[in-house]
């Protein structure tokens, strides 16, 4: 039996009959420690009508929160390895993925669609998919279950899975910072304010105060129920002029970075 042949991640072409074997193995190997990461190496079994593949990519997910208890996950593919004869070529097609897993014990399908051209033994890149977690926490289990694109009105590609994958994906939730200052008795007093979607951030925030270009302050203050104060004193503005002020909360595994800006003036 003659297999058609596919390039591997590594751009080394292989038959498929000898590669099989060879993934599930590797990939078994690497189920543990993938439950750490956000990506994995995610072996899929593919067909396109009857020519079959395999389908071995790196599958990188990521998640943020969209309510205090709802999340969007994603996930990103490499380009999809395409066996059909040469001869097939089609301008401006719909490319339609959709990835099935089970996040923290539920299914949930995830979905995404590009429109491009397709053309015989050209790799198909693959559309960024996403879909909707209800109940979320700070971070999701997430196990693939398979895998299909549809290229619409020509062909349907499933893919099953070859062995078992899970990823352990920490949800982000965007923040936003706001930021005040009041200048009174010859001191000034700066309050910055930094919430999130979901979650009170914590850690520090950065003030970085200057007058014109001269830098006056630049300290880090940590975050108390989300809120952050610093006093300057007479010691250092004690000259008179505007005064600007920059507030930066970095980012984290479970936040975003925000930065916020306001002023004061000394008369």
């Given at each position: 039996?003659?297999?058609?042949?596919?390039?591997?991640?590594?751009?080394?072409?292989?038959?498929?009959?000898?590669?099989?074997v060879?993934?599930?193995?590797?990939?078994?190997?690497?189920?543990?420690?993938?439950?750490?990461?956000?990506?994995?190496?995610?072996?899929?079994?593919?067909?396109?009508?009857?020519?079959?593949f395999?389908?071995?990519?790196?599958?990188?997910?990521?998640?943020?929160?969209?309510g205090?208890?709802?999340?969007?996950?994603?996930?990103?593919l490499?380009?999809?390895?395409?066996?059909?004869?040469?001869?097939?070529?089609?301008?401006?097609?719909?490319?339609?993925?959709?990835?099935?897993?089970?996040?923290?014990?539920?299914?949930?399908?995830?979905?995404?669609?590009?429109?491009?051209d397709?053309?015989?033994?050209?790799?198909?890149?693959?559309?960024?998919?996403?879909?909707?977690?209800?109940?979320?926490?700070?971070?999701?289990?997430?196990?693939?279950?398979?895998?299909k694109l549809?290229?619409?009105?020509?062909?349907?590609i499933?893919?099953?899975?070859?062995?078992?994958?899970?990823?352990?994906?920490?949800?982000?939730?965007?923040?936003?910072?706001?930021?005040?200052?009041?200048?009174?008795?010859?001191?000034a007093?700066?309050?910055?304010?930094?919430?999130?979607?979901?979650?009170?951030?914590?850690?520090?925030?950065?003030?970085?105060?200057?007058?014109?270009?001269?830098?006056?302050?630049?300290?880090k203050?940590?975050?108390?129920?989300?809120?952050?104060?610093l006093?300057l004193?007479?010691?250092?503005?004690?000259?008179?002029?505007?005064?600007?002020?920059?507030?930066?909360?970095?980012?984290?595994?479970?936040?975003?970075?925000?930065?916020?800006?306001?002023?004061?003036?000394?008369?």
């Amino acid at each position: 039996m003659k297999f058609p042949t596919i390039k591997a991640r590594s751009s080394r072409a292989l038959p498929i009959g000898a590669v099989a074997v060879g993934l599930a193995v590797a990939t078994l190997a690497a189920v543990g420690p993938a439950r750490a990461a956000t990506s994995a190496e995610v072996p899929f079994g593919c067909a396109f009508g009857a020519s079959e593949f395999v389908y071995a990519t790196a599958a990188s997910f990521s998640a943020s929160f969209t309510g205090a208890s709802t999340a969007k996950v994603s996930v990103k593919l490499d380009e999809m390895p395409n066996t059909a004869p040469a001869i097939l070529s089609f301008e401006d097609r719909e490319f339609v993925g959709e990835m099935e897993t089970t996040v923290g014990g539920s299914p949930v399908t995830l979905t995404g669609s590009r429109r491009g051209d397709f053309h015989g033994g050209v790799n198909v890149p693959m559309p960024p998919m996403s879909g909707t977690v209800t109940g979320a926490a700070k971070r999701l289990a997430v196990e693939v279950d398979s895998l299909k694109l549809t290229v619409v009105d020509l062909a349907e590609i499933p893919c099953t899975l070859e062995v078992p994958v899970s990823v352990d994906v920490p949800v982000v939730a965007t923040t936003t910072s706001k930021a005040t200052a009041t200048y009174k008795k010859r001191k000034a007093k700066l309050v910055t304010t930094v919430k999130a979607v979901a979650g009170t951030p914590t850690g520090k925030v950065t003030y970085l105060v200057k007058r014109g270009t001269k830098k006056v302050a630049s300290e880090k203050v940590p975050l108390a129920k989300g809120k952050a104060t610093l006093v300057l004193t007479k010691a250092k503005v004690r000259k008179k002029g505007k005064y600007t002020v920059k507030v930066t909360y970095p980012a984290s595994t479970y936040f975003t970075k925000s930065t916020a800006k306001t002023s004061f003036k000394v008369t």
